[in-house]
T-cell receptor, first 111, second 114 residues
Framework: SQQGEEDPQALSIQEGENATMNCSYKTSINNLQWYRQNSGRGLVHLILIRSNEREKHSGRLRVTLDTSKKSSSLLITASRAADTASYFCATDGAGGFKTIFGAGTRLFVKA | EADIYQTPRYLVIGTGKKITLECSQTMGHDKMYWYQQDPGMELHLIHYSYGVNSTEKGDLSSESTVSRIRTEHFPLTLESARPSHTSQYLC?????????????FGDGTRLSIL
């Protein structure tokens, strides 16, 4: 089964609203990453949070990590139509050399 | 934007043909990866490489093969394409060293086998 699983599977919001996506994983990690994928394109790395960090910010993105609950959340504030994409969390695989991606959350931001 | 390129972007081809999907990166990254992704679904690692002359199979069984003769080049070959190979194939690269480093992705090859 997948190391990382996102929730919800899909999210539809109005422009200007905040969007929150969650990721749960099963085993201990060294770090957790979030990626964005626009339709028909490759993934783009957004942010990496290490296991000893609890929160990280990058522009309108805020990521939290709770290693005791084995979960992370990605918050996009003041969303824009251009934020419409799929968002994936990714964690370490066995030995830390492989990255395991979840199934993603599809975000739709309506103008 | 990351400098990693995949060609072709789209390929429609008949069953039984030999196919090579190209992937090149100009960042000097040691690690490279091939993923298979059906539309709207998760990524499955099919091959990866730690560096020149290193290739490993990933988690998803695949009838494809890869080679890594040069740092910048990591082609994927299907000897005899089948309809079950229809999917999107994403190539990625990352810096070497331990742990899972951020990966840079190409825009993928969308493959359709008739």
């Amino acid at each position: 089964s997948q190391q990382g699983e996102e929730d919800p599977q899909a999210l539809s919001i109005q422009e200007g609203e905040n969007a929150t996506m969650n990721c749960s994983y099963k085993t201990s990690i060294n770090n957790l990453q979030w990626y964005r994928q626009n339709s028909g394109r490759g993934l783009v790395h957004l942010i990496l949070i290490r296991s000893n960090e609890r929160e990280k910010h990058s522009g309108r993105l805020r990521v939290t990590l709770d290693t005791s609950k084995k979960s992370s959340s990605l918050l996009i504030t003041a969303s824009r139509a251009a934020d419409t994409a799929s968002y994936f969390c990714a964690t370490d695989g066995a030995g830390g050399f492989k990255t395991i991606f979840g199934a993603g959350t599809r975000l739709f931001v309506k103008a | 934007e990351a400098d990693i390129y995949q060609t072709p972007r789209y390929l429609v081809i008949g069953t039984g043909k030999k196919i090579t999907l190209e992937c090149s990166q100009t960042m000097g990254h040691d690690k490279m990866y091939w993923y298979q992704q059906d539309p709207g679904m998760e990524l499955h690692l099919i091959h990866y490489s730690y560096g020149v002359n290193s290739t490993e199979k990933g988690d998803l069984s695949s009838e494809s093969t890869v080679s890594r003769i040069r740092t910048e080049h990591f082609p994927l070959t299907l000897e005899s394409a089948r309809p079950s190979h229809t999917s999107q194939y994403l190539c990625a690269s990352s810096e070497g060293g331990g742990g899972n480093q951020p990966q840079h992705f190409g825009d993928g090859t969308r493959l359709s086998i008739l």
